[in-house]
DNA sequence: CACCCGCACAACCAAAAGGTTTCATATAAG
DNA sequence: CTTATATGAAACCTTTTGGTTGTGCGGGTG
């Protein structure tokens, strides 16, 4: 099952789980120390958070372990870096953005004139889809 | 009411909203056209996003327009951006793939490896840093 | 004035989310 | 072998979410 990136990081809990493995790996009793709710409670978080490929297992023994996979936070962090130069002192990068986000082929053109940020994630999110 | 961002751009039909919203401000009905649900339930969506600051209505006439505020997104992507290091420089903790992850030839094997887009971020992120 | 139009609000509904308790199973330890 | 530990899975419950339809109200317009 294929779940969203976006609803999976909408809950408290799952960020901090995030928090917590991101540093290294917990078993899943480890991990479900650091809440109040029952152990399965966090277990059904885990498998959300694996389920979007944020998270793997790793067994080892009767325990297993959770790894954090933050590279699966890219997708979040193009689509919030879309709008980047509404917070961020607008530069340069507002131009090329602007122009990227008309038709899919501006990442080509734009990738020669490699104006930076919005450029360059552009041509990184078409490799990141599978 | 305060809403929670995340849970705000959880929702596909909230995000896709956003991004109409972004580039001109609308009224209801002119943002309800892009979608099959009824205006209704758009209107409860721009509700949500209004709550958590990330759109403001503007009362002109009979009609409201919902202008963008992208800057209440600087709470997600400072979050995310929390992480970036993990598929920028630093391992995402998949062995094997972390030792791809050094010096020039790490483009190079990354691009092989499936991921490529840990490397194209980590150009964004310096230009965009600076 | 009479009449659309844009919109909010209320009532209602099904499904999903988030939690609990209980039970089963595999592995480690004694 | 027996027991303790780590965990998954099932059943169940409550709240939230995302949607609908219907009603009403104020603001423009003929």
């Known amino acids: 099952m294929r ?3 976006f609803k999976a990081i ?3 809990t799952r960020r901090k789980i995030l928090g917590i493995v991101a540093r290294r790996s917990f078993n899943i009793n480890a991990v479900a120390d ?3 709710i029952s152990r399965t409670a966090v277990c059904k978080h885990i498998k959300i958070l694996t ?5 793997t297992i790793r ?3 009767r325990e297993r372990y959770c790894e954090a996979r933050m590279k ?3 997708e979040v962090w193009d689509w919030v870096s879309q709008y980047s130069s509404f917070w961020n002192n607008r530069l340069d990068r507002q131009d090329g953005y602007l122009a ?3 038709g899919e082929k501006a990442s080509k053109t734009a990738k020669k004139k490699t104006s930076g940020h919005a450029v ?3 041509t990184a999110r078409k490799k990141f889809r599978k």
Not at 51 to 55: Q, T
């Open 3 to 5: 779940r969203d990136t």
């Open 100 to 102: 990227s986000m008309h």
């Open 59 to 61: 067994q080892q023994g």
């Open 34 to 36: 650091n809440f109040t």
């Open 72 to 74: 699966e936070l890219c």
């Open 51 to 55: 389920e979007c490929g944020l998270i």
């Open 120 to 122: 360059a994630v552009t």
């Open 10 to 12: 909408a809950d408290p």
